[in-house]
């Protein structure tokens, strides 16, 4: 592996031929629809999922929910009003009742095991109305999806960090901003840099600089990532590495791993193994090329998202 101070790689500025594909449809989404509803349009893409009636006997998230649910709470969350179910709180979607009711069960159970596992307390943040999430009516306030998810991935974050709180982060592949919104809560004094291509990076800007318009933030083009100096102290990437090719994941841990003072830590979370159909490549996640001199904290399936795992390491 090339010496970290080297270009990560002429490539990083060609998306894979997955994420042309995908880059095409969310920018005919944006095009048609804008920004003020991209919850309920992007979001379903990034990391959000629909929970599908006809699929729930298969979804290995929902068998683990219903695995660490008590009685009590299953019975409470599938106290589902009509309501909570009417088509014009779901629009423009076109879900069943079947599935809108799942919807509201999952993230029921979801919020309830993520407030069991939140030494952060991520969940005393509130989701923002801004971009028209899916927000669930639970226990006397309106939960979301996303912000679970958020809890669980910020307490392993946490938990590799220690007591060091990071004064700058790097994100590669942000989607719309979820993460960074839960972790510039959790860190306010910190700088937060996201490496991303279009549309993602102009959702997550339109989104994260209304949230905080006050905040050091960065919206890196991938083309122009190799220019990222050695700053940050924590660099992470959730979901995303799998859907490129074997060169570009070899080139974005290069660059994480130059961008990263010393001490500095990487937080990743990636699908075990995955298919990638457009460029008929599968990757999987131990056979990644990680730097030899990273020292590895843990690895571990996720909680949840079963067919992920999480992973992070210290940087000397």
Known sequence: MPPADQP???????????????????????RDHGFEHF????ALRYFTWQWRAGAASRSEQLAFLLRHSSPLTLARAAAVGPAELAPER???LPWSAA???????AIRLLWSYAAEHDPLGVLDLKEPELGDPLLVPWRGRHVSQDLANGA??????????GRRAPTSILEVGGGYGRTAYVLCNLWPGASYTIVDIEPAISISRWYLTRLFPDRDLRFV????????????????????????RADQV?????????????????YLKQWFEWHNPDDDATLRFADYPFPARWTRLF????????????????VP
């Open 299 to 314: 690895f571990e399936t996720c909680p949840v998202q079963t067919r992920f795992g999480q992973a992070a390491w210290r």
């Open 8 to 30: 990560a790689t002429p490539r990083l500025h060609e998306p894979s031929a997955f994420w042309q594909r995908l880059g095409a449809e969310h920018a005919d989404a944006l």
């Open 152 to 161: 669980l991935e910020a307490a392993a974050i946490g938990s590799a960090l």
């Open 250 to 266: 070899e080139a974005y841990l290069r660059l994480m791993d130059g961008a990263l003072r010393p001490g500095g830590t990487v």
């Open 90 to 92: 779901w629009a423009p």
């Open 221 to 244: 083009p991938a083309a122009e990532a190799s220019s990222l100096g050695r700053d940050y102290d924590l660099a992470l990437s959730i979901s995303s590495l799998q859907e490129m």
């Open 39 to 42: 919850k309920r349009r992007q």
């Open 99 to 105: 599935d809108r009711w799942l919807y509201v069960f």
